[in-house]
């Protein structure tokens, strides 16, 4: 019976093994047709057959919120023209069974089959969630660069307006000498659409609402409603800047005091020991000296 089971076991790692060599031989024309953007990582460039293959296969079991929320984390990361909710999906799906084919291969000869398929299911789940876990870390980072390349960014359009440019003029010239990163690709986009015909408040809402940082969705506001009190930007602006400045230097400060207690850990893991290693070893040989 132990046998029966035993082969069982094989024939469904055979077939697990045989689909995904046949999602890879089936996804290369579709892959092509598609082919991975840039800003995509490695190890979804190596798996994206299985992704390609198992995108549309996955699209039903993607539920409504789930695609927003992952909607909103791929316009976040800036992921959005590169990346579909499907892709991600489905980058968990190919991970998981991936990561489970390859436990339970291993795991056969070395531990058994039931060891192995134990190992497998966490190890599945683990693989399931690392393209949650890119995206999101992908997203934060985003939005910190974003926060520190702001306040140079309202620093030139301030020094634009005062010199007589309007809004939309001073915000081309601070995209166009602006740092390259995220900050100018969103100031690019949301001159693209003013250019396009979206009125200028709904153009800069748009940007706020893409980015996700709440530092620009106060700018936008505070831009907002002096057009509508009819204030100078001038000074709205470089008030705007200065704050940024402020919480900037706010959140070093914090951090850097959060600093020493993020050291406790390796302090006393790895740190103190070998220190009371060093110094206990000569006093332990001495009393066994004196012992004898």
């Known amino acids: 019976m132990s ?3 035993d082969l069982w076991h094989v024939a469904a790692l055979a077939g697990l093994c045989a689909g995904l060599l046949a999602a890879a031989l089936l996804a290369p024309a579709q892959a092509q047709a598609c082919p991975p953007a840039a800003g995509i990582p490695t190890w979804m460039r190596l798996a994206w057959p299985w992704v390609r293959a198992l995108s549309r296969p996955v699209r039903p079991l993607l539920t409504w919120r789930g695609r927003q929320r992952l909607e909103q984390l791929l316009a976040y990361a800036g992921l959005q023209k590169q990346l579909l909710p499907d892709d991600i999906v489905a980058a ?3 991970l998981a069974m ?4 390859g436990c339970v291969l291993v795991g056969h000869a070395w531990l058994g089959v039931a060891p192995a398929a134990a190992v497998a299911v966490p190890a599945a789940a683990l693989a399931a969630v690392l393209p949650r876990a890119w995206l999101s870390d992908q997203a934060r980072t985003r939005a910190r660069r974003i926060a520190r390349e702001l306040p140079f960014v309202l620093d030139m359009a301030t020094l634009c307006i ?3 440019l309007n809004l939309q003029g001073a915000l081309q ?6 740092p390259d ?3 100018r690709e969103e100031l690019q986009f949301a001159l693209a659409d003013m250019r396009a015909g979206l009125p200028r408040l709904q153009a ?4 706020a609402a893409r980015a996700g940082v709440p530092a620009l969705r106060t700018m936008v506001a505070t831009l907002a409603q002096a057009e509508a009190l009819g204030m100078g930007l001038g000074p709205v602006l470089r008030a705007q800047a200065h704050s940024q400045r402020n919480e900037r230097f706010l959140r070093a400060e914090r951090l850097a005091l959060e600093a020493p207690v993020k050291m406790l850990l390796p302090l006393v893991a790895c740190i103190f020991p070998c220190t009371f290693l060093i110094i206990g070893f000569p006093i332990a040989v001495r009393l066994m000296a004196y012992a004898q």
């Open 162 to 164: 005062e010199a007589g």
């Open 3 to 5: 046998g029966m089971d």
């Open 92 to 94: 968990q799906a190919a």
């Open 204 to 207: 800069l809402q748009a940007m």
């Open 181 to 183: 990163g995220p900050m």
């Open 173 to 178: 010239q601070a995209a166009q000498r602006g």
């Open 98 to 101: 991936l990561s489970a084919a």
